[in-house]
C-alpha cells in the first residue's frame, strides 16, 4: 500500500526552482552536497534508523512536486524511507575519495518522482572503522541553513539510538508547507500587484548583460564550470571595514558588495548593473 500525500502550495522560491527544472531539464546545478568523516565503530542499523526519524520528522525531506494546472505544487508524502546507500572505497586517497563523492552528488534527482534526500556511506577501511557519509538534497527542499539543523537532528537521533533510547527532541511548530502556505496568503491581491509594481518600475531598461573586458567570448550555453577564489583580509582592515559599515549602519556584507559594485562598473564602464547574490 502506498503512502498517503498532502497536497500544499509551492513556495515562491521553490516555483522559481521547479521554473528552472522544466526550461533546462533535470540537473546537478543546484544539488546540496554535506560530507562528514566517521570514525570508530559504526552502528549501521542506528544509522538507518535515524535517517528515517530525521526523514519523518522534517515533511520538506518528504516532498516531492506536481503541477496542478497552470500552478506547481508540494506533494509531502505521510511516510518515506531513504534507505543508506553503502559503498566500499578502502585505502582511497583524498583526490579518490573528493572524486568519488563528487561523482554521487552529481547525480540529478527527479523533482517529480522524489525522494530528493539521497545517503550515502562510504566504509573507507577494510576494519569499516573509517567511513565517509554524504547527504545529498535538491535545493527546492533544503538549503545552506537548514543542513546544520538536519545534522543536528540526525546526530542525536543516532547517539540515542545507539544507548538504546529514543532523542527527545523538541516538537516542530511549523513546518515549511505552513511556511508556503502563509507566504501564498500574504503575498497576494494588492500586496502582490504593488511589489510587481515596484519591481517592474525599478527594473526597466535594466541591462541584460555586464559587458567586462574578458580575454574569451561568452558561451551561447551556460556551462556552470565556475571556481571561487578566496582571500584572507588582514585583522587591522578587517575592523576598519568593521567600523566602516556600522557607522554607515550597513552589514558588512552590505559594504563589501557596494564596493565589488564599484570595481565591475569601472571594469565595464556601465553605470547601471545587475548582480544575483545569493540569499
Same mark, same amino acid.
Given at each position: 500500500?502506498?503512502?498517503?500525500?498532502?497536497?500544499? /502550495?509551492?513556495?515562491?522560491?521553490?516555483?522559481?526552482?521547479?521554473?528552472?527544472?522544466?526550461?533546462?531539464?533535470?540537473?546537478?546545478?543546484?544539488?546540496? !552536497?554535506?560530507?562528514?568523516?566517521?570514525?570508530?565503530?559504526?552502528?549501521?542499523?542506528?544509522?538507518?534508523?535515524?535517517?528515517?526519524?530525521?526523514?519523518?520528522?522534517?515533511?520538506?525531506?518528504?516532498?516531492?512536486?506536481?503541477?496542478?494546472?497552470?500552478?506547481?505544487?508540494?506533494?509531502?508524502?505521510?511516510?518515506?524511507?531513504?534507505?543508506?546507500?553503502? &559503498?566500499?572505497?578502502?585505502?582511497?586517497? !583524498?583526490?579518490?575519495? #573528493?572524486?568519488?563523492?563528487? =561523482?554521487?552528488?552529481?547525480?540529478?534527482?527527479?523533482?517529480?518522482?522524489?525522494?530528493?534526500?539521497?545517503?550515502?556511506?562510504?566504509?573507507? @577501511?577494510?576494519?569499516?572503522?573509517?567511513?565517509?557519509?554524504?547527504?545529498?538534497?535538491?535545493?527546492?527542499?533544503? @538549503?545552506?541553513?537548514?543542513?546544520?539543523?538536519?545534522?543536528?537532528?540526525? +546526530?542525536?537521533?543516532?547517539? #540515542?539510538?545507539?544507548?538504546?533510547?529514543?532523542?527527545?527532541?523538541? =516538537?516542530?511548530?511549523?513546518?515549511? +508547507?505552513?511556511? #508556503?502556505?502563509?507566504?501564498? @496568503?500574504?503575498?497576494?491581491?494588492?500586496?502582490?500587484?504593488?511589489?510587481? +509594481?515596484?519591481?517592474?518600475?525599478?527594473?526597466?531598461?535594466? /541591462?541584460?548583460?555586464?559587458?567586462?573586458?574578458?580575454?574569451?567570448?561568452?558561451?551561447?550555453?551556460?556551462?556552470?564550470?565556475?571556481?571561487?577564489?578566496?582571500?584572507?583580509?588582514?585583522?587591522?582592515?578587517?575592523?576598519?571595514?568593521?567600523?566602516?559599515?556600522?557607522?554607515?549602519?550597513?552589514?558588512?556584507?552590505?559594504?563589501?558588495?557596494?564596493?565589488?559594485?564599484?570595481?565591475? +562598473?569601472?571594469?565595464?564602464?556601465?553605470?547601471? &548593473?545587475?548582480?544575483?547574490?545569493?540569499?
Amino acid at each position: 500500500m502506498s503512502a498517503a500525500h498532502y497536497v500544499f /502550495p509551492a513556495s515562491f522560491a521553490q516555483q522559481r526552482l521547479w521554473f528552472l527544472d522544466q526550461l533546462e531539464g533535470a540537473s546537478a546545478v543546484y544539488n546540496l !552536497k554535506m560530507a562528514l568523516r566517521l570514525s570508530g565503530p559504526l552502528d549501521l542499523d542506528g544509522l538507518q534508523r535515524a535517517v528515517d526519524a530525521v526523514v519523518a520528522r522534517h515533511e520538506s525531506l518528504r516532498t516531492s512536486f506536481a503541477r496542478r494546472g497552470t500552478e506547481v505544487v508540494q506533494r509531502v508524502a505521510s511516510e518515506l524511507q531513504v534507505p543508506v546507500q553503502q &559503498l566500499v572505497l578502502c585505502d582511497a586517497g !583524498k583526490e579518490a575519495l #573528493a572524486s568519488r563523492l563528487n =561523482e554521487l552528488a552529481s547525480a540529478s534527482f527527479d523533482l517529480q518522482q522524489g525522494p530528493l534526500l539521497r545517503v550515502h556511506l562510504l566504509r573507507l @577501511d577494510a576494519e569499516a572503522a573509517e567511513h565517509a557519509l554524504l547527504l545529498v538534497m535538491h535545493h527546492i527542499v533544503s @538549503d545552506a541553513w537548514s543542513a546544520g539543523v538536519l545534522y543536528r537532528d540526525l +546526530a542525536a537521533c543516532y547517539s #540515542a539510538f545507539r544507548r538504546g533510547t529514543v532523542a527527545r527532541l523538541p =516538537e516542530l511548530p511549523v513546518q515549511y +508547507a505552513d511556511f #508556503a502556505v502563509w507566504q501564498r @496568503d500574504w503575498l497576494a491581491g494588492a500586496e502582490l500587484e504593488q511589489q510587481m +509594481a515596484f519591481w517592474r518600475d525599478h527594473l526597466q531598461g535594466a /541591462p541584460p548583460l555586464l559587458e567586462l573586458p574578458v580575454d574569451r567570448p561568452r558561451p551561447a550555453v551556460q556551462s556552470y564550470r565556475g571556481n571561487r577564489l578566496g582571500r584572507t583580509l588582514p585583522a587591522s582592515l578587517s575592523a576598519r571595514l568593521q567600523a566602516l559599515a556600522a557607522a554607515e549602519g550597513v552589514t558588512l556584507y552590505m559594504l563589501l558588495f557596494a564596493a565589488f559594485n564599484l570595481l565591475l +562598473a569601472r571594469w565595464s564602464g556601465q553605470s547601471d &548593473l545587475v548582480l544575483g547574490t545569493p540569499i
